[in-house]
């Protein structure tokens, strides 16, 4: 798996096409694999590496290095061998309980096992993955192979490998860092070391930049030719050692819920006379009238112009000549505009700061500064929102996450929540999910789910509730969906004189900080998605004897796994805690993924027994978020299919990416 004579200088695997018997089996193997989780097996390495542990325990300094060097030369000829990495994994814990004071658990063991095997391992929440990731990152680092260790954002890439840092250290191996500040030189710096921490992000367009560099010329032989007589030769210039192993923290978010949306590497288009056609188009938008001239559909995010819309839009655009004569491209630009006005919401989708429109990643809360939507939805906004309006880009490369992750060689992950997307896992990128049992058992104590009629009932039940918790002095933390939600809380609480934090887009530069205060006694925290994944919430002196830490969900997010995320914050390695859900029939849920039939049944309802339509709203709700789930599964394999059926069409004419 390392660059060299077998595999070349920038070694991934191979796109091949796959017919419907290769992709069947492929399917049944995976079932197999998701149903018969071989932790059994690992008692016997588990053994194995306790028992060479034995041994490094009794090693001095000077001999421990000789064995790690031994090792090392070892793992270099043999490659990654049983034994060996038994031998790896015993020294990596030693060095580690002697550089920074952290012996790794059993079940950390068993998560390293399975993710140098090249599986994704499934870790409760607090189980220490960040620890763990050593033993499989540093086993396949010494082996000569290039490792990358991706997370979901540049504090958790600088917080992990400063962490780590002695420990590879201690093993001779170099570690690099990249975000989002670095320049080119300092790149390709930290992609040449052993092992590399960086962001899915940051990684992914470093790899589209190297494909733009290589083009469709990148023959191993004309590359090392170049490097003879051309002292600018490409191979100099790439950032990546190629695709060689990866290790994924946080891996449902990296490839469920961020495959969505394609990577596209873009740059400023030379067009004058952009600006003048958006601002045309949000005009005819203003003139049209909603379920007259249009239809929106808030779940799926369209608007269907009517033919009467259509007819008029004609009629306004007549006297202008240019592109807003054809009907087909006119429909678009102010569709597009309409979901700018109506489908795109201040303080949920993105924030408006120093006169900029900043996205907000729907999955974490987080701005996603360097983003920006495509086909003209991006300048309409700014248009929407009086801000200066940015010179519309054209595309240079694009790539999906499917795509870009299945090129590895070898792929691993971990994550707290991955069962309930184990078979996409598979499907996609025949990465298998293996449970991984905690170091000690599970104290975290659900409470009955609360369901109102109203947001406005639900919010005053959710301050009633965090004043009760309050006076027993436990720690809260609030979940939100929206910037605009969580401001709204903090009014409330202002008004009942409960001192709190809050977390979301407009201060996610203390994020960690905040995060890690959450768990200090009466301390109360509203906070968006972006609440601690990667972020530990230790416990202050005294909170364990009073309950541990309490988790209120103020609205279900669009997948049950995310809510476990959530959920997940309280309770951490046999700690006490709890959590509640605190609903309402008017979120976002309910409102937009429930017919209207639906919907209005509810509302019936809830002039009966209250016990019988909260069970019936209750069971609505998850019905929804599971259309949702299989919504969004569908809207990947069609981002996958497209993406392949275009990679079809480059590669036979000739094209890259």
Known sequence: M???????????????????????????????????????RFQQTLSAIKHYGRLFEKLKPKELTEKMLDIRLQLHQHGLTD??????????????????????????????????????????????KTLTATLAAATAALAGIPVHIITVNDYLVSRDAQLMRPIYKALGLSVGTVTA????????????????????????FDYLRDRILLGNDQGRLRLQLEQLHDKNARSGRLFLQGLCFAIIDEADSVLIDEARTPLIISRKANSCEEEQTYLQAFQFANTLENEMDFSIDPRQRTVRLSKRGSNRLAEM???????????????????????????YLRDR?????????????????????????????????????????????????????????????????????????????????????????????????????????????????????????HLQQRPILI?????????????????????????????????????????????ITVATNMAGRGTDIPLGAGVAEIGGLHIIVSER?????????????????????????????????????LKEPCRHLLNLLTRGPESAWQHIGLLAMRLAQSGEERRHLHMRRD??????????????SGQIE
């Open 557 to 593: 997010n669009e997948a049950h796994r995310i809510d476990r995320q959530l959920y997940g914050r309280c309770g951490r390695q046999g700690d006490s805690g709890s959590y509640v859900s605190i609903l309402s029939l008017e979120d976002e849920l309910l409102q937009q993924h």
């Open 479 to 523: 979940g939100t969906r929206s910037v605009a939600d969580s401001e709204h809380l903090s009014t409330l609480l202002h008004e009942r004189g409960l001192l709190h934090q809050v977390l979301n887009a407009r201060q996610d530069t203390g994020e960690a900080e905040i995060v890690a205060r959450a768990g200090a006694k009466g301390c």
């Open 2 to 40: 390392r660059p060299g004579i077998a595999r070349g200088s920038y070694p991934e695997r191979p796109q091949t096409s796959t017919g419907w018997l290769q992709q069947t089996t492929h399917a049944l193997v995976g079932l197999a694999k998701t149903i018969a989780a071989p932790q059994w």
């Open 639 to 652: 981002l996958l299919q497209m993406d392949e059926q275009l990679g079809k069409i480059l590669a036979f």
């Open 349 to 469: 989708h993105y924030l408006v700061q120093e006169n900029k429109v900043l996205i907000i990643d729907e999955n974490t809360g987080r701005i996603m500064a360097d983003r920006s939507w495509e086909h003209g939805l991006h300048q309409l906004i700014e248009i929407k929102e009086n801000c200066e309006v940015t010179a519309p880009r054209e595309h240079m490369a694009r790539l999906t996450y499917q795509r870009f992750f299945r090129r590895y060689l070898r792929l691993a992950g971990m994550t707290g929540t991955a069962r309930e997307v184990r078979r996409e896992l598979w499907s996609t990128y025949a990465l298998p999910v293996v449970k991984v049992p905690p170091n000690k058992p599970s104290r975290r104590r659900e409470e009955r789910p609360r369901l109102y009629s109203n947001k406005t009932e639900k919010w005053a039940a959710i301050v009633n509730h965090i004043q009760e918790v």
């Open 181 to 204: 500040d670095l320049d080119a030189p300092a790149r390709r710096s930290a992609y040449g070391c052993n092992i590399t921490y960086c962001t899915n992000k940051q990684l992914a």
């Open 317 to 343: 655009a007549k006297p202008i000549a240019g592109i807003w004569s054809g009907m087909r491209r006119r429909e678009e630009l102010v569709c597009q505009a309409i979901s700018a006005r109506h489908l």
């Open 83 to 128: 034994d060996l990495t038994r031998q790896s994994f015993a020294l990596i814990r030693e060095i580690a309980a002697r550089t920074i004071n952290m012996r790794h658990f059993d079940c950390q063991l068993m998560g390293g096992w399975i993710m140098v095997h090249g599986k994704l391992a499934e870790m409760e929440t607090g189980e220490g």
